[in-house]
Nanobody
Framework: QVQLVESGGGLVQPGGSLRLSCAAS????????MGWYRQAPGKGRDLVAT???????NYSESVKVRFTISRDNAKNTVYLQMNSLKPEDTAVYYC??????????????WGQGTLVTVSS
């Protein structure tokens, strides 16, 4: 069973920081692009940032400069460092990964979501 498990969400004041983590586990041969998406209350799921297997990042304009995506290929883990958080960053954050599993099947996986609340 290949799955993504997220951690690191919570309540933070405006201007604060949080770090999200997402680890892929199970029988995995390789992981291509990994990324983070978010869904605010009453809205659709939007791209936050992605990172390729060789470390090239891509950010939405709304988080560029404030957020940093990184990954540790040895641990099959992707991170999202979020700084200078704003109330409009409040959302459920979902991890996404494109995985070739041990049986050579391609799978696009989503994490269970972790809630980030930015409020004073």
């Amino acid at each position: 069973q290949v799955q993504l498990v997220e951690s690191g969400g919570g309540l933070v004041q405006p201007g604060g920081s949080l770090r999200l983590s997402c680890a892929a586990s199970g029988s995995i041969r390789s992981i291509a692009t990994m990324g983070w998406y978010r869904q605010a209350p009453g809205k659709g799921r939007d791209l936050v940032a992605t990172i390729t297997s060789d470390g090239r990042p891509n950010y939405s304009e709304s988080v560029k400069v404030r957020f940093t995506i990184s990954r540790d290929n040895a641990k099959n883990t992707v991170y999202l460092q979020m700084n200078s958080l704003k109330p409009e960053d409040t959302a459920v954050y979902y991890c996404n990964a494109n995985i070739v599993a041990g049986d050579f099947t391609y799978r696009e996986l989503w994490g269970q979501g972790t809630l980030v609340t930015v409020s004073s």
